[in-house]
């Protein structure tokens, strides 16, 4: 059984559409996050949420919604897309976010480019 | 900003132990060291985390200095499927933050 899974694994999209990348975990894990990667493949955190509850936004610009309708799931909602917003974006899940030793699970990315 | 130092890339013959080192001197004393491992696009893989003992699992080993200013990971055999960006971070306790910086390529040649 997959862990961490995202759908969709690739997603091509024009300028100023909206769409959404999904994310479930089934290891039981209280929080989850998203990062971004792009072409120069840093890793950015983006949201982390904990039982439901979102903890950090790093200054993402507000066309990104998170929604986390339970704690298996993580879905990224992104608005009038542009052309910047191109990258991976990596959904992840740790068992306590708050506690020291709790490693990160990753999905397996979706390749998101913006024509 | 990343609170760790790696060496951009490294070689490492198939069958030799690759030492990847890492600096992280302004770590405090509540912060884990963790490692983690990305390959090709694939998403990052937990190797192991460590606070001030050496620790070892299936994968490999991780020793912290003393003085918990830098530590190395140690991948005991290599094999060509080792060959990753490994990303040495350091962690708050009781923090949701992981930063990843640059991290060190591992080229592991036959």
């Known amino acids: 059984d997959t862990a961490v899974s995202q759908t969709p694994k690739y997603l091509v999209t024009q300028m100023g559409n909206d769409k959404s990348i999904k994310c479930e975990q089934n290891?039981?894990?209280?929080?989850m996050y998203w990062y971004k990667q792009d072409s120069k493949k840093f890793l950015k955190i983006m949201f982390s949420?904990?039982?439901?509850?979102?903890?950090i936004n790093e200054t993402v610009p507000n066309r990104f919604s998170p929604k986390s309708p339970d704690k298996a799931h993580l879905n990224l909602h992104i608005n009038s897309l542009e052309l910047g917003d191109s990258a991976v974006y990596f959904c992840?899940?740790?068992?306590?976010?708050?506690?020291?030793?709790?490693?990160?699970?990753f999905g397996p990315g979706t390749r998101l480019t913006v024509t | 900003d990343a609170k760790t130092t790696q060496p951009p890339s490294m070689d490492c013959a198939e069958g030799r132990a690759a030492n990847l080192p890492c600096n992280h001197s302004t770590i405090s004393g509540n912060e884990y060291v963790y490692w983690y491992r990305q390959i090709h696009s694939q998403g990052p893989q937990y190797i192991i985390h460590g606070l001030k003992n050496n620790e070892t699992n299936e994968m490999a080993s991780l020793i912290i200095t003393e003085d918990r200013k830098s530590s190395t990971l140690i991948l005991p055999h290599a094999t060509l499927r080792d060959t990753a960006v490994y990303y040495c971070i350091v962690r708050v306790a009781g923090g949701f933050k992981t930063i990843f910086g640059a991290g060190t390529r591992l080229f592991v040649k036959a």
């Open positions: 290891l039981g894990h209280d929080t």
């Open positions: 949420y904990n039982n439901k509850e979102l903890i």
């Open positions: 992840a899940s740790s068992l306590k976010g708050g506690t020291s030793g709790s490693e990160q699970y």
